[in-house]
């Protein structure tokens, strides 16, 4: 079976500084792979998502950037976060095929201070 | 552009009883597919039910049923027999081409 795995599930981090959130997927090959954020109390907006290998899209202009080094692997990054960059992180996959549902990781809760 | 409307940002239920969930949306395409997900206190995201706008029969996953109204663009989710459980934000969300919009949610309190 298809398992997703996120980490980490707590980050507090100051203003400046890196930021590296990993995302991995077992049991599927060339899934889609996608970044979510949700801020309190609020529906979710997607930041990026992958159709494979060094293929991302992002959605929304912002201090982020993903990677994906490996088929299964999806990695959110940012140089120097903001007060603004505070939410939870949903990391999720899907198989290819239009219409297929989201399978969601269990979420990061960072925190800029 | 697609959009997801879930005007009801808090609802309650007595617990045995029923509770409809609202969700309206919006697209300029054809052929869509709608899903209802849930996110209890532990924040994990968890699929409760899928529609392919293609299909006019509602979908149906035990005690959860959809009354889609595709003309209407109306896409409601019926909780029969509502257990404590079931207490949790509920997220409409539609697609577009490999991705998901999602509605502003709405929480529910399922009372003993």
């Known amino acids: 079976s298809q398992t997703i795995h996120q980490w980490p599930a707590t980050l507090v981090q100051p203003v400046g500084s890196p930021l590296s959130l990993e995302c991995t997927v077992e049991g599927t090959s060339n899934p889609n792979l996608y970044w979510y954020r949700q801020a309190a109390g609020r529906g979710l907006q997607l930041l990026f998502y992958s159709v494979g290998i060094g293929q991302i899209s992002s959605e929304v202009p912002q201090n982020l950037s993903a990677s994906r080094p490996q088929d299964r692997q999806f990695i959110l990054s940012s140089k120097k976060l903001l007060l603004s960059d505070s939410g939870f992180y949903l990391c999720a996959w899907s198989v290819g095929t239009v219409g297929s549902p989201l399978h969601f990781g269990n979420g990061t809760r960072l925190t800029v201070t | 552009a697609q959009t997801v409307t879930q005007s009801q940002p808090e609802m309650s239920v007595q617990e045995a009883e029923t509770v409809t969930l609202s969700c309206t949306y919006d697209?300029?395409?054809?052929?869509?597919?709608l899903f209802w997900y849930k996110q209890p206190p532990s924040r994990q995201m968890i699929l409760v039910i899928r529609q392919e706008a293609y299909k006019q029969q509602n979908a149906t996953e035990n005690r959860f049923s959809v009354n889609f109204q595709k003309a209407a663009k109306s896409f409601s989710l019926k909780i029969s027999d509502s257990q404590l459980g079931d207490a949790a934000m509920y997220f409409c969300a539609l697609t577009r081409a490999r991705q998901l919009t999602f509605g502003s949610g709405t929480q529910l309190t399922v009372l003993p």
């Open positions: 697209t300029s395409e054809s052929d869509y597919y």
